[in-house]
């Protein structure tokens, strides 16, 4: 039996597996660790549809010849469902009221919506709320939509053209203690936002890099194994959002002008460094 994933002949040769499912199953890790997902399956050249997936499974493979399985990347199933959701935003925005509820039902039972919900919960989360009519605007969450979509389409521009962002919000967590002492409390919870906002994105960009085979993960950062680094931002980030929620004003001026300026310019430095020079 000749097996290929995404046209290309992959050497694997059952040992116990008896059904086409045992064989997926045997598979399925390898694609999890790849950040992949099984999007096709045919078998002796015949497409499975959703219809007979379940009788494919259960299918001995004694007598099949050949197994051609496609797989997609988790960024390019997360694109797709970014452009149905912001379809499904369109649609919304103009639809009466009783369709409205319609458009969120549908959406939220959707695989697109189940997919967001794993790789992208934030936004997942947004879209309840505003399809129910609360939260954010429908344009606020097309403009959500479309940037996280750049992320995935083009993450070494995306990267690049953050690159402005980063160094403001640094120097803005720079000035945030004295915006406390000063009683700038608007501009202070401002500047938190930010920088919270801007980490999340070179996280996110960070990690969209690794899963289209940038070398990103092998990058060190302050002498230390870029997972470990983030590990140790998000925890510090976690320290500082702590801080803020009750009004520590000593402890947020030192987390955010001695470790999170320096570590958010480190994340991102090490990073661009490391794209620009593949």
Known sequence: MKI??????????????????EILAALEEW?????????????????????SIESCFNREID????????????????AESLLYLMQDINTWETAGF??????????????????????APDLYDWTIKTFSGEGLGAAELRLISEERLRELKDPTGELS???????????RLEQLPLDIQTGKNAEAAQTVGFFSSIAEKVFRIYRVLKLEGFSVGEITVADMPITKYIAEFTTALGD?????????????????EYEMAPRLLGLYTAVYNAVEGE
Not at 5 to 21: C, L, Q, S
């Open 4 to 21: 290929t994933i995404n046209g290309v002949y992959a050497d694997i040769h059952p040992e116990n597996e008896k059904t086409v499912g």
């Open 31 to 51: 694609f999890s660790g790849a950040g992949h997902r099984l999007s096709g399956i045919s078998i002796d050249g015949q497409v499975v549809n959703s219809c």
């Open 63 to 78: 007598g099949i010849e050949t197994i051609d399985i496609n797989t997609n990347s988790l960024p390019e199933l997360a």
């Open 98 to 119: 009783e369709e409205k509820g319609d458009i969120a039902a549908h959406w939220e039972e959707s695989p697109q919506a189940g997919l967001l919900a794993e790789q």
């Open 161 to 171: 053209r953050a690159k402005r962002a980063v160094a403001d919000v640094c120097s």
């Open 240 to 256: 500082m959002l702590a801080a803020y929620r009750q009004n520590d004003t000593v402890l947020i001026g030192d987390l955010a």
